[in-house]
């Protein structure tokens, strides 16, 4: 029996995952504050404390995502720089352009670090806005679940593996069903709190059934297996694969919930609004940002050989799916949030409405022959609409704090007062409506340009056209909402008691959140650039060669003459498309283990093929 | 042999599933809760995975359903019956899509014909036996694991290390939360007072 | 092996207790009988996940215990669940005097 | 035929983990379950009760049962029979499936538990490779039939009865969890037999600091969970008559009362195997597992050794829970709580760590030698004897250092104002 080594664990790999063990650590370390240290304290100074001890934390976890974002980097422009301070193979092991780690289980490319920093930014100004007043008695066990609900956003987007992804999706939205709870003063809190908890556990369950479903019909949990034993085998189309529509369905239904699309939307206003104002921005952004780019892995990945298996957009392929609930979600969203005077809810439905726009990034990715581009546009769209809505939602804490009431109204008059806010909150309505220049602006257009650019048939083609055009009447409807606020700021006179002054919680966020829109709109193309680059890794499929479990440390044994794992000659074919995508029987029929050997990424256009990670001994 | 025994446990599991739906008294739903849970337990042992039997047991008989029956006794009345329970409007199209999905997943089951090496689903074949070492060579089947701890531990620790961590945080979250959320405040109104919560305006909305 | 279970029989065991699941979530008024019928729901998923651990394929990459690693999560995320949802079904209660989901109404619009 | 695969393969590492698992098993455990149920576990308690009732008295300069029988032996025997034959009541308003299913979940829980002890070289009745696992599953059973036991009697002492219960049980049973986890540790696996194996090789696991800040803590969490005084709280007879079975009369309280002393043995035997070395007579001797060879004459002396030995252990913890039951008295609810949150529970965690150290310490070298025995006692008997200090100091200054002045409960007694006399 082999004794089970220490090195089937490479604990170089938790390198990458720094950021998230920072705040997962820091979250204990402000709730321990909290409950212990500054429990002596009056209420308003431990407030404070604990708050700043927070926000320190996620400066240090900015710093330390820099660093393990910026040190892979470095170790590949130039690994002699850092030789003062790595050793040999740790420099050759970052050197490595291995994005996948922990088995294939974790990604921890460019990608992810991206990603970290928009998570840990925004998360920043969340924690930020929180301190503009009390609206909870657990302060300490707010922060910390605030924290914790990042730690599983930055997991979610980094999973490459279902269980991984799962757990870290559980963690994301139990602890934002806990947070949105937890202002005890009003009793829409608790209503919402346990709204969103029924109906996101309920989808957890229908997603969980789907996930079994997909595992059952692949065999593994790697998203990078099942896309290439979905593509090794000839699809006749999906109609004559229940099973898989229904894993599809399934899992759709799951992601739908939670990015609020609309068969599936109902939570989501009563969330928002019965939400603390921060937790509901981190709702609103945050969430969204993880599960879309966890939608994005799961059906443009993993997926993708079943996005449009015939010549036919509506066909049996979830392209047709997503685009139908595409269309319905923006749609609806746009029209309900017509009516709303409230700001979150306004903003709830709002967001729903950038669910459906975002939803056609998807549906388009599926269908796009350069998914890298398709990928990058979405992802852009994703951080442009986060900013301004933390940006709005600043606004709602704004008013919140002031009025204890989020109508629209209340904001009459606002520029006489707070002219560079007034005018910053416009810049943000704009970028959300989508007018140029700002990043909304670039953000659509990028996305209905990619669906625009879809040749592949004639039929999806169409469809997706069809999509845009809905696209752009929504937009246009979208501005009578957006533009309501302008309106109110800009034409109406103050009524009743005006509004007081925005301190930094407040006027940070939304100078910040102006900032990002009008600087994304300035140069877009830097940004996309960024987000290409951070698509590639998403998408591209790495093969991950069976992880050492065992005898991993200590010479390697004597070569006995034995192995053969002899199949069949048939089965030898079958595996070998299995595990080269088709690209025919392996050489020799080697082992299948090499040690040490975890992932090598798959030849795409500009990932030429790195050496592996065990290869190059110190 | 073992097919009657698999009869027996799949029979009990789901009339316990039906009765933890269709009962009214919630104490007696949990305990009809607690049987569907520990008949997936058996049904675990015919799926030779102990281990996950085990935890199954400790875990939802043990634990979660001493958790749901004190829910229940902190919620309602002692005895778990709750007289101004309305009829659910949802009765019936609730049951129709039930069946619904029973149906598409039924037809999903026996259609599907497997991707790949695989087998169909609905293929009558015997599995590989727990045999210790012997394995037909060209059947990658899965055989299966008899010290399962060793092996999940294992996994648990190098591949699903993340996971594993991430488990633990969510638990610790959820406890915390919990807690937080559920305590009681001085100024909450005990046993049978009326809140004395203000309720909120209403929501305006425009026609 | 003759009598050996087929594998169809398992997923039909967790299909019907999904679709129970499914049924008590969406005709069931009191949260926390709510709160089970999920549970149920995934129970059943879990069911399915351990007969397609033992009677799929083995993928050298899968990992030996993919299935059973997942129940494991699934498990833990349950009881996760469960003390969450009590926590807040608590707190409900407290406000009206009522676990019954359809009593809280004072969202809407 | 398995060297013919890729030994680096983690399925084929995997597929070597392997204990038999099979219809043998089963036939094994149901002809326990026959016999135990019949005969063996009812005989046990009868004469358990008895002992404890003549060790009572004694404690108590009594003489305790002396009528049916010599020296009152058959006294359990006319216990038995007055139980069967008494009349079944069920209270007007109780549920009455509920209220029969209540005892039977107890004892089949006491039951189940059994089941995977080694008592001796192939004497476990069964061995599951997960068998620790199995048997806290098990245990952890019996809070659900006294929470039903309770509420189904439709009666308010039985249910305060019942919630005491589940509060105590379901908090108990965290750190015994935890005072298990050293063991696994140390014995590489959840099977009981590995486990008596692995103290064969490396002597009892309570002979080592770690092992035996295990054992104290699983002790004290065996006794809450065995509902024995001191932490008899939930079947209080001066505050809630009986507690959880005040309802229950003829053979359905003889269930609860046999599920009780059944748990008593259980557990007895549970610490044996895990503590103290199964039926080892010394600590660090492999005394009688060296005179095993192949024949069965020596398999059967052996055998009977170690059955002795063992069951002269198990008879000294439970001689030890009766004198505890008659010198302590009952804890209050929220010290019984605090005790086990704030001091048996945080003494687990940090023991698992110091497991960890003894593990490489001594079992790491795969042989045990008296060198790195001793050495593994300089290193982590401080640790261990700072640990409980650290805990209690913890407990005793900054939890209850609140408000100054205002008396906290805590377990080492209610805090009297320095101004207050006494009296």
């Known amino acids: ?618 | 042999m073992i097919r009657v025994l698999f009869l027996v446990i799949a029979v009990t599991g789901l009339a316990s599933a039906l009765a933890t739906v269709l009962i009214k008294n919630l104490v007696r739903a949990a305990l009809a809760l607690a049987g569907f849970f520990f008949a997936v337990a058996c049904l675990f042992v015919l799926l030779e995975a102990e281990f996950l039997a085990a935890l199954q047991v400790l875990i939802y008989v043990g634990a979660v359903s001493i958790l749901l029956m004190f829910g229940i006794m902190l919620t309602r009345g002692v005895q778990g019956t709750d007289p101004a329970s309305r009829p659910s409007a949802w009765r019936l199209p609730g049951v129709v899509i039930g069946l619904a999905v029973f149906a598409l997943l039924g037809y999903a089951i026996f259609q599907e014909t497997g991707l790949g090496t695989q087998r169909a689903w609905g293929a009558i074949d015997p599995r590989p036996a727990i045999a210790r070492g012997t394995v037909e060579p060209g059947a990658p089947r899965r055989r299966a694991i008899n010290d399962m701890g060793k092996v999940v531990g294992v996994e648990l620790m190098t591949r699903y290390v993340v996971a594993f961590e991430l488990a633990g945080l969510l638990l610790t979250a959820a406890l915390v939360g919990a807690v937080a959320v559920a305590h009681r405040e001085d100024d909450e109104p005990s046993r049978g007072e009326p809140s004395r919560i203000p309720s909120d305006p209403p929501i305006t909305t425009s026609p | 092996m003759e009598s050996d279970i087929p594998l169809s029989w398992f997923l039909l065991f967790a299909a019907a207790s999904f679709a129970i699941g499914l049924i008590g979530v969406l005709t069931r008024k009191n949260a926390i009988a709510v709160l089970m019928a999920i549970e149920i729901m995934l129970n059943a998923a879990n069911v399915n996940l351990v007969a397609f651990w033992r009677y799929g394929p083995e993928l050298p990459e899968a990992g030996p215990v993919a299935g059973i690693v997942l129940a494991i999560m699934v498990i833990t995320v349950a009881a996760a669940e469960v003390a969450v949802g009590i926590g807040l079904i608590l707190l409900c209660y407290r406000r009206w005097r009522a676990a019954d989901v359809d009593r809280y109404d004072s969202l809407a619009g | 035929m398995i060297e013919l695969l890729d030994p680096t393969s983690p399925l084929v590492w995997a597929q070597s983990q392997a204990v038999d698992l099979g219809w043998g098993l089963a036939l094994r455990w149901g002809l326990w379950l026959v016999v135990g149920f019949l005969g063996l576990f009812p005989g046990i308690v009868a004469y358990m009760v008895w002992l404890e009732r003549k060790a009572a008295a004694r404690f108590q300069d009594r003489i305790g049962p002396n009528r049916v029988g010599p020296l009152g032996l058959l006294q359990p025997i006319a216990d038995a029979i007055k139980l069967l034959t008494k009349e079944n009541l069920v209270p007007a308003g109780a549920d009455g499936l509920v209220h029969l299913a209540a005892p039977v979940l107890v004892i089949v829980s006491a039951f189940l538990m059994l089941a995977v002890i080694p008592f001796a070289v192939g004497m476990a009745p069964v061995d599951l490779p997960s068998g620790l696992l199995y048997l806290m599953a098990a245990s952890s059973l019996s809070p659900l039939g006294v929470f039903l036991a309770g509420w189904s009697s439709r009666n308010k002492y039985s249910l305060l009865g019942a919630m005491r219960a589940v509060a105590q049980l379901v908090s108990y049973e965290i750190p015994q969890v935890l005072a298990v986890i050293p063991i696994v540790l140390w014995g590489g696996s959840l099977s009981l037999v590995a486990i008596f194996d692995k103290q064969v090789e490396f002597g009892w696991f309570i002979a080592s600091p770690p092992g035996l800040l295990a054992f104290l803590i699983m002790l004290i969490a065996s006794i809450a969970e065995l509902n024995r005084t001191p932490f008899d709280i939930p079947e209080a007879e001066s505050e809630i008559i009986a507690g959880y079975h005040t309802e229950y009369s003829g053979m359905r309280f003889g269930l609860f009362f046999l599920a009780e002393y059944l748990s008593v043995f259980a557990v007895g035997c549970l610490v044996t195997a895990l503590y103290l070395g199964g039926g080892m007579p010394l600590p660090l001797v492999r005394f009688p597992m060296n005179l095993l060879g192949d024949s069965l004459p020596r398999l059967i002396l052996v055998d009977m050794v170690l059955l002795a030995v063992f069951m002269f252990k198990v008879l000294l913890f439970i001689l030890f829970m009766f004198w505890v039951r008659v010198t302590l008295l009952r804890l209050r609810v929220d010290r019984l709580m605090n005790f086990a949150w704030k001091y048996l529970t945080p003494l687990a965690i940090v023991n698992i760590l110091f497991a960890g150290i003894w593990y490489e310490c001594v079992i790491r070298a795969g042989v045990l030698t008296l060198g790195g025995w001793l050495w593994g006692w300089v290193v982590t008997g401080p640790l261990v004897v700072f640990a409980v200090w650290l805990v209690v100091w913890i407990n005793r200054r900054l939890l209850l250092g609140g408000p100054a002045g205002v008396g906290r409960p805590s377990l080492g007694g209610t805090r009297v104002d320095a101004g207050a006399a006494p009296g």
Request: proline share 7%; net charge positive; charged share 15%.
């Open chain 1, 1 to 618: 029996m082999p004794p089970i080594g220490p090195g089937s664990l490479d604990y170089r790999d938790f390198f990458f995952v720094a950021p998230e063990m920072v705040l997962a650590v820091w979250g204990l370390v402000v709730l321990l504050l909290d409950l212990g240290l500054a429990k002596r304290q009056p209420a308003p100074a431990r407030r404070l404390l604990v708050g700043r001890v927070a926000l320190a934390g996620v400066g240090l976890t900015l710093a330390v995502t820099l660093a393990s974002s910026l040190i892979p980097l470095m170790a590949r422009a130039n690994p002699e720089d850092l030789s003062t301070w790595f050793s040999r193979s740790t420099i050759d092991y970052l050197f490595d352009d291995d994005p996948s780690l922990f088995g294939g289980t974790i990604a921890g490319g460019f990608d992810v670090g991206v990603f970290n920093l928009v998570y840990v930014t925004l998360l920043g100004l969340v924690v930020w806005m929180s301190l503009a007043w009390k609206f909870t008695e657990e302060w300490g066990e707010y922060l910390a679940l605030l924290l914790w609900a990042t730690v599983g956003m930055m997991l979610l987007s980094a999973a490459e593996e279902l269980v991984t992804l799962f757990i870290s999706l559980e963690m994301m939205t139990i602890c934002l069903y806990l947070a949105t709870a937890l202002d005890k003063s009003r009793t829409r809190s608790a209503e919402g709190g346990l709204k969103y908890f029924i109906y996101g556990s309920v989808s957890s369950a229908l997603f969980l059934f789907g996930l079994s479903y997909l595992y059952g019909l692949t065999g593994s949990t790697h998203l990078s297996t099942i896309r290439r034993l979905l593509e090794s085998t000839r699809v006749v189309g999906l109609a004559a694969n229940a099973a898989g529509i229904t894993a599809i369905l399934l899992v759709l239904a799951g992601f739908g919930f939670k990015i609020a699309a609309v068969p599936f939307h109902q939570w989501a206003p009563d969330v928002y609004e019965g939400a603390p104002a921060p937790v509901a921005a981190w709702v609103a952004t945050g969430s969204k940002i993880a599960t879309v780019i966890a939608f994005m892995k799961v059906f443009g990945n993993a997926l993708k050989p079943w996005a449009s298996p015939s010549d036919h957009i509506l066909g049996p392929g979830w392209i047709g799916l997503l685009a139908i609930v595409a269309a319905i979600t923006m749609t609806y969203g746009n029209v309900a949030a017509l009516g709303q005077r409230n700001l979150k809810r306004m903003l709830a439905y709002s967001s729903i409405a950038h669910g459906g726009y975002l939803l056609v990034g998807v549906a388009a990715l599926g269908l796009a022959t350069d998914v890298t581009r398709a990928a990058a546009a979405v992802l852009f769209y994703l951080v442009v609409y986060a900013f301004a809505n933390v940006g709005a939602f600043a606004v709602a804490v704004w008013l919140v704090r002031d009025k204890q009431s989020d109508d629209i109204d209340d904001l009459n008059g606002l520029v006489r007062r707070h002219p560079v806010l007034a005018i910053s909150i416009l810049l943000l309505m704009l970028s959300l409506i989508g007018i140029p220049p700002l990043g909304g602006f670039f953000g659509k257009l990028y996305l209905f340009m990619q669906a625009l650019d879809e040749r592949k048939n004639a039929f999806g083609s169409i469809s997706l056209i069809a999509l845009v055009g809905l696209g752009f009447l929504n937009s246009v409807v979208s501005a009578f909402y957006y533009l309501r606020v302008a309106r109110a700021m800009f034409l109406r006179q103050p009524a009743g008691e005006p509004i007081a002054a925005a301190d930094t919680p407040i006027g940070l966020p939304i100078l910040l959140a102006a900032a990002v829109v009008v600087g994304s709109g300035l140069s877009p193309d830097s940004l996309m650039s960024v987000m290409q680059s951070a698509a590639t890794p998403m998408l591209t499929t790495p093969i991950i060669v069976p992880k050492v479990i065992g005898p991993a440390q200590g010479p390697p044994a004597p070569k006995k003459p034995v192995p053969k794992f002899e199949y069949s000659k048939d089965q030898v074919k079958k595996m070998g498309q299995m595990a080269t995508g088709g690209a025919g029987p392996p050489g020799g029929g080697g082992p299948p283990a090499t040690k040490g050997a975890t992932t090598k990424k798959a030849a795409t256009k500009d990932a030429p093929a790195t050496p592996r990670k065990s290869q190059n001994p110190p």
